[in-house]
């Protein structure tokens, strides 16, 4: 790490004391997710993982992905140094199409680390990748915002600011994200770089990069490098950003370009197909497996020909669609059966995973938002997932990021994470001496042991009302969406940014305002 970043760190450490552990805040932080200054450490699980085949079945997938890989191949298109390499690797090259020999992908895939550390610019929010740990990350690419009155229109840069902070003070986000939302009122040649000036000054949580070109990674591993230190970022993991496939079996130019800057960098890539099944992977929950596999595999290994070593995860984006409309769908049982056969698939092949989120179609957060977020969020949970993209925010099948949903989700997010702790069997979980103390035919609420564990026992929401119905109508009959939207103004009024160095802050601004002055505005 620089010395400026070091000086950043301790500084940083300093400012936060509100957030340490211990005190108050600890307290009021493990009975509810927390609020402003709080913060909980990436969730590590220890609860049992969920499976849904059996080793028959991951065999036969197994089989059936590398029929599709040596039979049909991957297409790298208009990547004429992603062929080469395939074909000096053993591949059978045919036009931008790669066949693979049984095995090459796999025996490629074995230098990649099944865990790794994504660092922060505060090493306190560092957070660990694979293995039993969880990290939640906010929404991701959305155009649009509904906002806090209840507007839906374009995001702008300062709904993307907006986002950040909130994934900033939120306990249960371990990871600030990246595209939260597409603030179209930005040149699309530089919005890369305020977004990521954006996660580096208004938070200090790890962060994701640009993918939308090749110079614009190259741009967000600079500006990682005036904050860690260039030697810090070739040897350590400071980002980790998202590759969609192009499914069915196309990787194209732009995702490879963005793939090969970050892997020579040492930096992660999630390698996922994005698949609405039926339009982009077959109907079936076995045939999509056996795409998403094939197309993780020649996806995940392509970084290994790149720098060996280079973290990589397994990535899945599976929705189904309306078969008669067409649109997506969310929150249904294939593609959480997807999720969880694809978390069993990544496992074997000993890489990190990443799937899921609060995901639904509903265009406000309502009961349809909640019920489908709610079907995802769980079985994102219960396969294993160790990242786990649009977490809090999401609307309107990704079209939208809302304010008042992004509240909604965090508080679900907050009884993930004491979900995911598992059942305390220690002596004060067993709780023997107070059934001793109760005895038949009393009641806890007075027991030495109630008393004492009162603060942290129940996980308490910071959006649900469980008041009387008395209660509830005389303080204004407000629905979830309604206290979501109270609690967003309420943080947003009481922000306070994180320590960033003044000379680092400095560097970064003068080296946007070089790469800006390089070149004329472009919407397009």
């Given at each position: 790490m620089s010395e400026h970043a070091a000086v950043d760190q301790e500084a940083s450490n300093a400012r936060r004391g509100r957030g340490a552990s211990g005190g108050a805040a600890a307290r009021r932080a493990a009975r509810s997710g927390g609020g402003p200054g709080t913060q909980l450490t990436y969730i590590k699980r220890k609860i049992n993982i969920y499976e849904v085949l059996d080793e028959e079945g991951l065999a036969l997938i197994e089989k059936n992905t590398d029929t599709v890989l040596e039979e049909i191949g991957i297409?790298?298109?208009?990547?004429?140094?992603?062929?080469?390499?395939?074909?000096?690797?053993?591949?059978?090259?045919?036009?931008?199409?790669?066949?693979?020999?049984?095995?090459?992908?796999?025996s490629l895939l074995k230098t990649a680390p099944s865990?790794?550390?994504?660092?922060?610019?505060?090493?306190?929010?560092?957070?660990?990748?694979g293995g039993n740990a969880t990290v939640f990350a906010p929404v991701y690419g959305?155009?649009?915002?509904?906002?806090?009155?209840?507007?839906?229109?374009?995001?702008?840069?300062?709904?993307?600011?907006?986002?950040?902070?909130?994934?900033?003070?939120?306990?249960?986000?371990?990871?600030?994200?990246?595209?939260?939302?597409?603030?179209?009122?930005?040149?699309?040649?530089?919005?890369?770089?305020?977004m990521i000036y954006s996660h580096i000054k208004y938070s200090d949580k790890p962060f994701m990069g640009s993918v939308t070109a090749p110079e614009r990674a190259?741009?967000?591993?600079?500006?990682?490098?005036?904050?860690?230190?260039?030697?810090?970022?070739?040897?350590?993991?400071?980002?980790?950003?998202?590759?969609?496939?192009?499914?069915?079996?196309?990787?194209?130019?732009?995702?490879?370009?963005?793939?090969?800057?970050?892997?020579?960098?040492?930096?992660?890539?999630?390698?996922?197909?994005?698949?609405?099944?039926?339009?982009?992977?077959?109907?079936?929950?076995?045939?999509?497996?056996?795409?998403?596999?094939?197309?993780?595999?020649?996806?995940?290994?392509?970084?290994?020909?790149?720098?060996?070593?280079?973290?990589?995860?397994?990535?899945?984006?599976?929705?189904?669609?309306?078969?008669?409309?067409?649109?997506?769908t969310f929150g249904t049982p294939e593609p959480?059966?997807?999720?969880?056969?694809?978390?069993?698939?990544?496992?074997?092949?000993?890489?990190?995973?990443?799937?899921?989120?609060?995901?639904?179609?509903?265009?406000?957060?309502?009961?349809?938002?909640?019920?489908?977020?709610a079907n995802t969020l769980n079985s994102t949970i219960l396969a294993g997932t160790n990242f786990v993209l649009h977490s809090a925010g999401w609307l309107e099948g990704g079209l939208a990021s809302c304010y008042e949903k992004f509240m909604m989700d965090i508080d679900q997010l907050g009884m993930q994470q004491k979900f995911s702790e598992g059942v305390d069997l220690s002596e004060n979980g067993q709780a023997m001496d107070a059934i001793r103390q109760v005895g038949p035919g009393s009641h806890y609420l007075g027991c030495d042991h109630t008393q004492a564990n009162f603060q942290t026992a129940f996980y308490r929401s910071s959006i649900a009302d469980n008041n009387s119905y008395e209660q509830w109508l005389a303080e204004g009959e407000k629905t979830a969406p309604q206290r979501a939207n109270e609690l967003a103004?309420?943080?947003?009024?009481?922000?306070?940014?994180?320590?960033?160095?003044?000379?680092?802050?400095?560097?970064?601004?003068?080296?946007?305002?070089k790469k800006k002055g390089s070149m004329p505005d472009a919407f397009t």
């Open positions: 297409i790298f298109r208009d990547d004429a140094e992603a062929l080469q390499l395939w074909k000096e690797a053993g591949a059978d090259v045919k036009g931008e199409r790669v066949h693979f020999p049984k095995g090459l992908c796999r865990i790794y550390t994504q660092h922060a610019r505060n090493s306190e929010r560092s957070v660990q990748i959305p155009p649009f915002v509904r906002d806090l009155d209840g507007v839906r229109r374009y995001a702008t840069i300062e709904d993307f600011q907006n986002f950040v902070k909130l994934a900033y003070m939120a306990p249960s986000i371990h990871h600030s994200g990246g595209t939260v939302c597409e603030p179209v009122d930005v040149p699309v040649n530089k919005r890369h770089l305020d190259e741009d967000t591993v600079a500006m990682a490098k005036l904050v860690f230190g260039d030697d810090f970022v070739e040897n350590n993991t400071v980002l980790t950003s998202l590759i969609n496939a192009n499914s069915p079996m196309v990787f194209d130019e732009t995702m490879l370009g963005a793939l090969k800057v970050y892997s020579r960098h040492n930096q992660a890539c999630i390698v996922t197909p994005f698949i609405l099944a039926g339009a982009m992977s077959p109907v079936t929950v076995a045939g999509t497996l056996t795409q998403v596999l094939a197309e993780v595999l020649a996806g995940a290994s392509f970084t290994q020909l790149i720098r060996p070593g280079a973290p990589v995860l397994f990535g899945t984006f599976a929705s189904s669609i309306s078969m008669q409309s067409g649109a997506p959480s059966l997807v999720s969880y056969g694809a978390a069993q698939l990544a496992r074997r092949l000993g890489l990190p995973f990443r799937t899921g989120g609060s995901l639904c179609a509903s265009k406000v957060p309502d009961a349809q938002a909640a019920y489908e977020s103004r309420r943080w947003l009024e009481s922000y306070e940014a994180p320590y960033l160095d003044p000379s680092i802050d400095e560097a970064l601004k003068e080296f946007i305002a």
